[in-house]
């Protein structure tokens, strides 16, 4: 589906360019959320508006998984939770072709996609009386989510930690900074600070231990691609075993960075 929009002006514009791509988002959700963006480029339409929206699809879902006894109630639930996904994508990109990004709208979207993943960990823990399990387990998947993000800044050479002392915020978004940062702030500066400190003892080596091949690893590990599996193991009634997914990203993760440190200390240079 990409190749139908990726020569189109509006799309390079409102597309975010990152080091690697989420491949189930830049081939599936981001032209389906750029269909969307043709038809309301016009309209008085803010992004906070789209952020509303899918929050409020993803607490519907909530709600189905708890009832949900059935092949169809499961299929509304899979195809909803797409649908958020493609609108979490278009509020991103409407914002990016009017000229609308602001610190206030990436705070409220991250908070909002936290408050809304919660609640969809809840329902399943409720429903499955696992609950400690469940919230440990998203608790895991903020990590994983983090990582990623911190990663690719990383990657690029930025030397900073979210949602840093010198970052330009507007007066309404301060009040969502320092929830932003009570909630993920610390883990921003938990992972940059576990991998700077590896890379201070070989710095000559930082582009073999901040590369894109790895980066490819953790950015399909990203929110698109966990709800995806999550609506198919919905489909399939056997949204409990979800649960496991954050658990196995994370431990990816950790073998990866152990793997990365391995090659340092063993002073062995690669390519990118």
């Known amino acids: 589906m990409l190749k139908l929009y990726e020569s189109d002006p509006i799309f390079k514009k409102s597309v975010k360019i990152r080091l690697c791509e989420e491949i189930v988002n830049i081939q599936i959700f981001r032209p389906l959320a750029h269909i969307i963006l043709l038809k309301i480029k016009d309209k008085n339409i803010k992004p906070e508006m789209i952020v509303v929206i899918h929050t409020t699809i993803i607490f519907c879902c909530s709600l189905l998984i708890l009832i949900s006894n059935s092949f169809i109630l499961n299929l509304i639930i899979?195809?909803?939770?797409?649908?958020?996904t493609v609108l979490d994508n278009l509020d991103g990109q409407l914002a990016r072709y009017k000229n609308l990004e602001s610190s206030f709208g990436r705070y409220f979207d991250t908070l909002m996609d936290y408050i809304g993943n919660l609640s969809i960990f809840i329902a399943i823990g409720i429903k499955h009386g696992e609950l400690i399990f469940s919230i440990l387990s998203f608790y895991i998947l903020t990590v994983v989510l983090s990582y990623d993000y911190n990663f690719e800044k990383l990657c690029k050479g930025i030397d900073n930690i979210g949602s840093q002392e010198g970052e330009k915020i507007e007066k309404n978004a301060k009040i969502l900074r320092y929830i932003y940062d009570f909630l993920l702030g610390y883990q921003d500066k938990i992972i940059q600070n576990i991998e700077k400190y590896i890379i201070s003892k070989k710095n000559e080596y930082k582009d073999l231990f901040w590369n894109k091949k790895y980066l490819n690893i953790t950015v399909n590990m990203g929110l698109s691609t966990q709800l995806l599996i999550l609506g198919i193991f919905i489909l399939f009634g056997a949204e409990k075993m979800f649960l496991f997914i954050p658990l196995i990203c994370f431990f990816i993760i950790i073998?990866?960075?152990?793997?990365?440190?391995?090659?340092?200390?063993?002073?062995?240079k690669q390519t990118k």
């Open 78 to 84: 899979f195809l909803f939770l797409q649908l958020k």
């Open 255 to 268: 073998l990866l960075f152990f793997y990365r440190s391995l090659i340092l200390i063993k002073g062995k």
